[in-house]
T-cell receptor, first 112, second 112 residues
Framework: DQQVKQNSPSLSVQEGRISILNCDYT??????FLWYKKYPAEGPTFLIS?????DKNEDGRFTVFLNKSAKHLSLHIVPSQPGDSAVYFC???????????FGTGTRLQVTL | NAGVTQTPKFQVLKTGQSMTLQCAQD?????MSWYRQDPGMGLRLIHY???????DQGEVPNGYNVSRSTTEDFPLRLLSAAPSQTSVYFC???????????FGPGTRLTVT
């Protein structure tokens, strides 16, 4: 039972355009959400997070939107750059609980 | 700071062999965890620790043991390797369970 789903395994976007990566969750107890970025042969690195008390969080070119009623979050990257090409994982946890549940990842390719 | 380090980077085992994957962090983080990444499965939590002397099971703990005798080290032991344990293993740490986790570079394990 996949509690965090990233239904698009891959996404290709032109440099300078917006990249939108989507994530859905089923567990209503999740109230903290994170995005991680992973390059080949490296560990994931933290990108941005959002608490359920917010519906948007912004950090430079990266914005995460949360729609609690739809149990959906999205990561927007504007403008997309070739260095953004990586696998992006969505993750969620309930409250202060230790365990993170990860999605299956979306491979983003930013083309010139 | 070296951050989170993992050794070895690559390992090939025969079915039934045992081995220990090493993980160390120099950031004085209390929380440490082990994940495995498999194609189409995202990252799944194996075991985690909220501090020295305290460990708990994650989503897929069977076939693995952990201990946490110091704050810095969190080794993962495979008791009797099976082909189903072929995977990439990541260790992660954070100040506490509520903060984002820092990941090591991973260990690629193949069991034949």
């Amino acid at each position: 039972d996949q509690q965090v789903k990233q239904n698009s395994p891959s996404l290709s976007v032109q440099e300078g355009r917006i990249s939108i990566l989507n994530c859905d969750y089923t567990n209503s107890m999740f109230d903290y959400f994170l995005w991680y970025k992973k390059y080949p042969a490296e560990g994931p690195t933290f990108l941005i997070s959002i608490s359920s008390i917010k519906d948007k969080n912004e950090d430079g070119r990266f914005t995460v939107f949360l729609n609690k009623s739809a149990k959906h979050l999205s990561l927007h990257i504007v403008p997309s750059q070739p260095g953004d090409s990586a696998v992006y994982f969505c993750a969620a946890r309930p409250g202060t609980a230790s365990k993170l549940t990860f999605g299956t990842g979306t491979r983003l390719q930013v083309t010139l | 700071n070296a951050g989170v380090t993992q050794t070895p980077k690559f390992q090939v085992l025969k079915t039934g062999q045992s081995m220990t994957l090493q993980c160390a962090q120099d950031m004085n983080h209390e929380y440490m965890s082990w994940y495995r990444q498999d194609p189409g499965m995202g990252l799944r939590l194996i075991h985690y620790s909220v501090g020295a002397g305290i460990t708990d099971q994650g989503e897929v703990p069977n076939g693995y043991n952990v201990s946490r005798s110091t704050t810095e080290d969190f080794p993962l032991r495979l008791l009797s390797a099976a082909p189903s344990q072929t995977s990439v293993y990541f260790c992660a740490s954070s100040y506490s369970s509520v903060f984002e986790q820092y990941f090591g570079p991973g260990t690629r394990l193949t069991v034949t």
